[in-house]
């Protein structure tokens, strides 16, 4: 029991209550009895029953002395509330959820707005005078502590909260938790600590934290979670049908597909919806120009929807030379953080391919009969200035000196030739975002090669590669299924076709690690092609398995190399370079040259005033070098996932809570309404006493007493009757 209890005065007062009996039964004048004859008889009865008289009397005067205490005990309870804190000092932590979530239009007020009405009507209850505390944790993704440790400056703490706005980040409720628990405890201070969780979620995640009962306070308090139904509708995803624009004569059709994300059906439907729902999806440029626009239709109960969007890839005003960014925009609803996204195109007027081959196509070193494996790549790839691809021949001798270049990608046909320096260049160009494609030497047979692949591309291929020679030649699958991440997805449809009839008597045996993806199997299980799964601002890797000579395949030969190249190379280019994108909370990539990150607005491309390393609102940030420049740009899209508004379940989360906080119950309060501060009529509901301990124990007491005094009552009656009949057989 709280130590409120235990107040000196209340204690003095009850204890004297309780003397008071006693006294009375102890300091009771004894009369002097005057023997007679006849008497003597009677004395000896009397004897017989003094000692059950005795007891009687002591159970009685037990039984008083506990009715006394229960109701002093019961009085004390609900005059002090027992663990309200307010005989001795509270240290209150408020964690206030200001997630994506909390942005949400719930009647009159947004989710926030209902959050931070309860923190402000926690922290009313709080007197820094008594020595209170408190402690403000913010709980969108990353958990931060707005005011930590505790302080005693509460009016700071509530210009906080007044002026807090919700992010784009999911609840990071696990974290906040373990914020906390940072609250300091004096050993020789007695204060209740008070967990207050000032959030309405509708969804929350607490599998980051391990269930384990490490934190302890006095009380936990939540507002009642809303039980209505609100539908929204939010983008979840968006991204190019193309990696990469080219503006060349031949320019492929260009698109974003976006997928839509629908929850809280069964909302209260309005007057006017007598039409199925529907959504128009918006495409404008960085200037604000529309280029595209579609409008879908949902079905009854269809919670996910999608669709491609074309737009026209000459209308785009670019961000950069080499960068376009679009934004994605879908009707007004009841959240209003979900419904935008940006999307960046990679451009290019052209692509620059240096291709390092053993013997230079002008050299005069090939014999007239013999095709070298550059001319092949140059076949596939430039055939005539229409196709916005031009070829840079390189001397494996001179790799190293590959920086002044300015190229897209790298193919290399002779991997064997490459010295320690030019190893060096293309690790360095690889992880400043070019796309680097090797393919085995045709007119060598070492796979040494492929360990400095490794150290370029770690666990991109698993061990075990080997060259081998084909009695039968192996044939490459023409019904395999294309995975969306690819670089082989856009020619899918066609891949059946393209891939028939396509034969290896020699290959590189690869095989992905688990960070490698096959682009295309021979039936014996061997990949094609495996390309690597980079970090944020390194380029992919591409690692064929068949060398550009007939020796080794017909696929150089066939019409599928045409296609199969231009996608390594535009879709490879095109990833390589597009600007990192994350989720509203997500830490921001951190290359080895970045110093530091400021907000750029996107209409203007200005930059704010102070850096920003904050990842929980969306928008577009610029990475700086040593030397102020901007080296690139991160895009931050908003967490549409965790922005769903279908009803939470209080059990699961007081479950959770329990499993991860030292608390005996957790206290559940209506969530009022945010109420108008500038009335002074205004009452507020306390939060520390609404469910107090006290009362419920209180209430206990005085049950227990008058169970205790109806005993009391019928005792005293058969007691007395019998003392009665005693005294009268004495007389």
Request: charged share 20%.
């Amino acid at each position: 029991m709280p130590l409120s209890l235990l107040h000196p005065g209340l204690f003095a007062l009850g204890i004297a209550a309780v003397s008071i009996p006693i006294v009375l039964h102890l300091f009771k004048g004894k009369r002097r009895p005057i023997e007679w004859g006849a008497m003597r008889f009677l004395e000896q009865a009397y004897r017989k029953r003094r000692r059950i008289l005795t007891i009687e009397q002591l159970i009685l005067l037990m039984l008083r002395c506990t009715l006394l205490v229960l109701i002093a005990a019961g009085v004390g309870s609900l005059m002090l509330g027992s663990g309200s804190g307010k005989s001795v000092p509270t240290t209150m932590v408020i964690v206030l959820d200001d997630s994506i979530g909390s942005a949400l239009i719930d009647g009159q007020s947004s989710i926030l707005e209902l959050n931070k009405s309860f923190a402000l009507r926690a922290i009313d209850e709080l007197d820094a005078q008594r020595g209170d505390q408190v402690m403000l944790i913010g709980a969108a993704m990353p958990a931060r502590g707005m005011v930590l440790p505790q302080s005693s400056d509460i009016e700071a703490v509530r210009s906080i909260i007044q002026r807090l706005e919700s992010t784009d980040s999911q609840l990071d409720l696990a974290r906040a938790i373990e914020l906390a628990g940072k609250v300091t405890r004096e050993p020789k201070q007695t204060a209740n600590t008070v967990l207050v969780f000032a959030l309405a979620a509708r969804s929350f995640d607490l599998s980051a934290s391990p269930p384990a009962a490490s934190l302890a306070f006095d009380r936990v308090i939540l507002p009642t979670l809303p039980t209505n139904t609100i539908e929204n509708i939010g983008i979840a995803s968006a991204s190019p049908t193309r990696s990469l624009i080219t503006h060349s004569k031949i320019t492929l059709p260009v698109g974003v597909r976006v997928e839509l994300l629908r929850s809280g059906i069964g909302a209260p439907e309005q007057p006017d919806d007598s039409a199925e729902p529907s959504s128009t999806i918006r495409i404008y440029d960085r200037l604000g120009t529309l280029i595209g626009q579609r409008t879908l239709r949902w079905g009854d109960a269809q919670t996910t929807l999608s669709a491609a969007i074309a737009i026209d890839p000459q209308a785009i005003e670019t961000l950069g030379a080499q960068t376009a960014l679009v934004r994605i925009e879908i009707d007004d609803d009841a959240n209003l953080r979900d419904n935008t996204h940006l999307v960046p195109l990679a451009t290019r007027k052209t692509i620059r391919v240096g291709v390092v081959d053993r013997v230079r196509e002008s050299s005069g070193q090939v014999a007239p009969s013999t095709i070298s494996a550059s001319r092949w790549v140059r076949a596939a790839l430039a055939p005539d200035e229409r196709f916005g691809i031009s070829i840079v021949d390189i001397d494996p001798a001179r790799a190293s000196a590959m920086g002044a270049l300015n190229l897209d990608a790298l193919i290399v046909l002779c991997p064997s030739m490459l010295d320690e320096p030019g190893w060096d260049r293309i690790a360095q160009l690889n992880e400043s975002g070019m796309l680097v494609v090797f393919a085995p030497d045709a007119q060598g047979a070492s796979l040494r090669w492929l360990d400095r692949v490794e150290t370029i591309a770690p666990r991109m291929l698993a061990p075990g590669s080997v060259l081998r020679e084909h009695q039968r030649p192996i044939m490459l699958d023409p019904d395999q299924t294309i995975p969306a991440s690819s670089l082989f997805a856009g020619i899918e449809s066609e891949f059946g076709r393209l891939a028939r009839a396509i034969a290896a008597g020699r290959s590189v045996r690869l095989v992905p690690g688990d960070k490698g993806l096959a682009m295309g199997l021979f039936d014996d299980g061997s990949a094609l092609a495996v390309q690597s799964q980079p970090t944020h601002r390194q380029g992919l890797v591409v690692v064929l398995g068949v060398g550009f000579d007939l020796e080794w395949s017909n696929l150089i030969a066939r019409p599928m190399v045409v296609p199969m190249m231009q996608e390594i190379i535009r879709q490879g280019v095109g990833r390589s370079s597009a600007m990192p994108t994350i989720r509203a909370g997500q830490a921001m990539p951190s290359p080895a040259w970045a110093i530091a990150n400021q907000q750029l607005e996107l209409e203007t491309r200005s930059r704010t005033s102070a850096p920003s390393d904050d990842t929980t609102r969306a928008g577009l940030i610029a990475q700086l070098d040593a030397q102020g420049v901007t080296r690139s740009l991160v895009i931050i899209n908003p967490d549409a996932e965790h922005a769903r508004t279908d009803p939470g379940s209080p059990e699961a989360l007081e479950r959770a809570l329990l499993d991860r906080i030292d608390v005996a119950s957790i206290d559940w309060v209506e969530h009022a309404e945010s109420l108008d501060d500038s009335d002074p009529q205004r009452t507020r509901m306390s939060i520390l006493d609404s469910v107090s301990p006290g009362v419920s124990i209180g209430l206990w007491m005085f049950l227990i007493a008058a169970i205790i005094a109806t005993i009391e009552c019928v005792l005293a009656w058969i007691f007395t009757a019998r003392l009665f009949e005693t005294q009268g057989a004495r007389q």
